[in-house]
């Protein structure tokens, strides 16, 4: 059993918001792969999805359910993976050692960001299950008292719940600032530190651990953190403009967020599988990663047992595709509209053109693993859209609400190891661009 933390607070509408917190129990590894690199890990991530040897049990489960959680996702910036450190330890770090040797930055010739990294720092997911709040709030709510004690998180909005990442180091800061924030503990809490072991399994050798040089191995903040948000936001984009970071946005591709039903049918769950499985196959073949790979020696396929495929008929791999699977849901499938039609029969979802979804795209691979306050200071600009008029936002569940406040850009957000993805309505796409345009230029506007 996990430690659950609840909220409940009225707010001035009335309405009762609740949240129930639980830390999952697994130790987590971040997995960043180069997605000109996807191919050659294919067999580890359907290994990790698929595989019914995880442990005695497995083969027991729908693989649905198997873990306790498993987040994979191919986005325009990478491949991320994040999974227990057992089978990232089991399953990844095999492939990682072989691709590394032929073409890591160590190799002659090797050009930068083509390796296969492996978080050396365990992380910790939590479990947000919440109503009262739209989405976009829930993400301000949630990492707004983590941003201000310091703590680096990743945030992942799922179709039931929400899930935040911190550094196992943390948890009890963690605790103490949703403490401070009105959350309170449940009489299970006792159950969480004493049901995970203080010890961490060892990086295997061959291996570059994200956060060392020069990704910057994590350690204590070298600056204090931000004292308000104002503060926290101007951190956030001035980080970004001065690693020339933009937003990225490809209109055409559209999103749809799914989910398996929470009523079993394993013929369900098989179909979803079988589609699922052509369409990350189909993924190694798409063109562009076709070109990326070109150079990359045929011998390297052979050494990690890939099988050669007739890609003639293969047109639906993703560009953007997430999959969340725990142990306590059904799993959370975000993916583009086009594959509705091999993959959306199995899930539940709001699947219509005027539901469509964009992703907007920060690549982060010039930050530091644990740089903080990126989806607080973003989520919280994103509330504002382009104004400062009331630049202190009141996060309390009890704070007015305004009239400038009734009409924010609804958003979800996804982290991936090396990415942050806002998600918004298409037709809230030009107010997001606007309202993050509109926090890069402040900060430029500062520094002149």
Not at 140 to 169: H, K, N, Q
Not at 193 to 205: A, D, K, N
Not at 265 to 274: G, S
Not at 375 to 394: K, P, W
Request: aromatic share 6%.
């Amino acid at each position: 059993m996990g430690l659950l933390l609840e909220k409940q607070v009225m707010a001035d509408s009335m309405n009762l918001i609740s949240a129930q917190i639980s830390f999952l129990e697994p130790r987590l590894a971040l997995v960043h792969i180069p997605i000109e690199l996807y191919t050659f890990c294919l067999q580890p991530i359907l290994q990790l999805l698929f595989g019914e040897d995880h442990d005695e049990d497995a083969a027991k489960i729908s693989w649905t359910n198997q873990h306790d959680f498993l987040n994979v996702s191919i986005t325009p910036v990478e491949c991320s993976i994040i999974c227990s450190r057992q089978l990232a330890n089991r399953f990844v770090c095999p492939v990682a050692q072989t691709l590394n040797r032929l073409y890591g930055s160590s190799s002659k010739g090797a050009k930068p960001r083509t390796e296969v990294q492996i978080s050396s720092e365990d992380y910790i997911a939590i479990q947000v299950d919440g109503q009262g709040l739209d989405a976009g709030q829930r993400v301000l709510e949630l990492t707004s008292p983590l941003a201000m004690a310091g703590i680096s998180i990743f945030f992942i909005t799922t179709y039931f719940s929400d899930y935040i990442l911190v550094p196992f180091r943390s948890h009890k800061t963690v605790t103490k600032a949703l403490q401070q924030r009105g959350f309170v503990f449940s009489q299970s809490a006792d159950a969480f530190v004493s049901q995970l072991s203080p010890s961490s399994p060892t990086m295997p050798q061959g291996i570059r651990p994200i956060g060392s040089p020069p990704f910057h191995e994590n350690s204590a903040p070298t600056t204090p953190p931000a004292k308000d948000l104002p503060e926290l936001q101007i951190r956030t984009f001035t980080k970004l403009t001065r690693n020339n970071i933009s937003p990225l946005v490809d209109s055409e591709v559209r999103l749809a967020n799914c989910a398996g039903s929470r009523e079993p049918d394993a013929a369900r769950d098989e179909q979803l599988k079988n589609d699922l499985l052509q369409v990350l196959i189909a993924t190694s073949y798409l063109p562009e990663e076709a070109d990326q790979c070109k150079d990359l020696n045929t011998s390297t396929s052979l050494e990690l047992g890939l099988a050669e495929a007739d890609a003639t008929d293969l047109d639906f791999g993703a560009n953007f595709l997430s999959l969340t699977i725990t142990a306590r849901e059904p799993i959370s499938v975000l993916l583009e509209h086009r594959l509705l039609d091999r993959l959306g029969g199995s899930l539940l979802g709001a699947k219509s053109e005027e539901d469509a979804l964009i992703p907007i795209t920060l690549d982060l691979r010039d930050l530091p693993l644990d740089a903080t306050g990126i989806v607080c200071g973003v989520a919280g600009r994103l509330a504002q859209g382009s104004t400062d008029e009331f630049e202190q936002l009141n996060l309390s569940p009890v704070s007015e609400v305004r009239p400038h406040q009734l009409e924010p850009v609804e958003i979800s957000f996804l982290s991936t190891v090396r990415a942050g993805t806002v998600i918004v309505r298409a037709n809230h796409l030009a107010k997001a661009l606007d309202a993050l345009k509109y926090g890069m230029d402040r900060v430029a506007d500062m520094k002149a």
